[in-house]
């Protein structure tokens, strides 16, 4: 609880001050002497300097098993990083399973498989193969200092309601702030909040990805293409953030495949519950931008495993794609993946100063595809180890951020690239430099 001093009490400061201002100032006083005592008197009575914290902001995190059970430190160089900041961001990619009845998972089911199937009748949720994960990897992912999460992505339903309450539990027990899910659907669109250094963040999390409307809306905060209400409502809510919050996130696990609606005729839907666009792309752009104009001081996207370039819009960071902090897909044939480039991410620190982001530095990412180790461990082993992200190094880091470079490029953003890091400053209402 913070407490103000009263009426009295600030009347008493005052008069403290005149009174040393009348000493220090008198005609006998040294001039040096004057100097300082107005100068300190100054400070005192002067603006208080701008508030200014340290947000990181992560890939997606699509961990199935817990890594302390395989590695001694898992993410070992990301967390001087992370446990420095004071807000870590990331996607919690998986679905929770409750610790009383595991929503119904049996106990045979091999997470980092997908095996065997779940037959529909069984299914809690709306896939036959979820991301149902122990608390622990909740847990794990709080020790490493990530304190702000959306839980809005397309494995989010995957055990249907009681996973949904399962994460939400699991979150709460570890200190994590969330939003993107809930017993509702006011619930799961309402912004979440979390101060630090007294500065109040302000999250909306959702997701556009392929799940079915009628099946996870009610639970999960869902953008769908076409559809004015999805829209409407989630703009309400940044700018419900906005009046409340010092900086807002807006979340978007943005899925959807850029030939989406090839098959589809115009005024047509798919089974998802999209309604065709004739630009996915562009779309995306749209309601990011329009996100931001409600209010949003930056707009960041998960969903494909490949990072893009960062766009300034309006003097705010716009990024679509941030790629990964962690991927455990379910194929362990290496190199069967490399065509989404789901093993090259970026972390991205930003210096956040008077509810605007003025700086970001870039650190490339190598996840771990498992080569090295793949002959010693069988398929659930070597599953249950790779894909965690470590700082790149050398070559790789070289490649990584010449890469962001590029991509960030055709979006008019210049990036400043040294000692193996990209730096972006940012103009206060501009552009970058």
Not at 171 to 183: C, I, N, Q
């Amino acid at each position: 609880m913070s407490s103000t001093a009263g009426p009295n009490h600030r009347d008493e400061e005052a008069s403290v001050s005149k009174h040393f201002l009348a000493v220090f100032l008198a005609p006998s006083t040294v001039g040096p002497i004057a100097v300082v005592a107005a100068a300190l008197i100054a400070g005192c009575g002067g603006a208080p300097p701008e508030p200014e914290i340290t947000l990181v902001v992560a890939g997606q995190a699509l961990i199935k098993v817990d890594p302390r059970l395989s590695w001694e430190d898992a993410f070992g160089s990301l967390r001087p990083i992370l446990q420095n900041a004071d807000v870590a961001f990331t996607n919690f990619e998986m679905a929770v399973k409750s610790e009383v009845d595991a929503c119904g998972v049996p106990d045979e089911y091999v997470v980092v498989l997908g095996e065997p199937r779940l037959p529909s009748e069984q299914r809690p949720g709306n896939s036959g193969g979820p991301h149902a994960v122990d608390a622990t990897v909740m847990e794990f992912l709080a020790s490493l200092g990530f304190n702000l999460m959306s839980i809005s992505n397309n494995h989010a339903w995957d055990l249907g309601d009681c996973g949904v309450a399962a994460t939400r539990a699991a979150a709460d027990a570890h200190g994590v702030t969330y939003a993107g899910a809930g017993p509702n659907l006011a619930a799961a669109t309402a912004p979440a909040y979390l101060t630090v250094a007294g500065v109040t963040i302000g999250l909306v999390a959702s997701t556009t990805s392929h799940d079915q409307r009628d099946a996870i809306r009610h639970a999960v905060n869902g953008v769908w293409t076409g559809r004015q209400d999805d829209w409407d409502r989630n703009l309400a809510a940044v700018g419900q953030a906005a009046a409340r919050a010092d900086f807002v996130i807006y979340y978007q696990h943005f899925q959807i495949d850029l030939d989406e609606f090839d098959e589809v005729a115009p005024g047509g839907a798919t089974g998802d519950g999209h309604i065709r666009v004739d630009d996915v792309a562009g779309w995306q752009t749209d309601f990011a931008r329009a996100a931001i104009d409600a209010g949003a001081s930056m707009y960041i996207g998960h969903g494909h495993r490949a990072f893009d370039g960062i766009e300034i819009y309006k003097g705010r960071p716009l990024i679509r794609q941030l790629g990964g902090l962690a991927y455990q897909g379910l194929q362990p044939e290496i190199g069967y993946y490399d065509q989404y480039r789901p093993w090259e991410g970026i972390l991205a620190a930003m210096t956040i100063r008077n509810g605007a982001v003025v700086r970001i530095e870039f650190t490339p990412l190598e996840l771990d595809e498992g080569e090295a180790y793949r002959s010693e461990y069988g398929d659930v082993g070597f599953l249950s180890r790779r894909g965690l992200a470590e700082v790149a190094t050398g070559d790789r880091a070289d490649s990584i951020l010449g890469r962001l470079w590029d991509l960030s490029s055709k979006y008019g953003t210049e990036l400043t690239i040294a000692e193996q890091r990209a730096v972006l400053e940012i103009r206060p209402g501009g552009s970058s430099p």
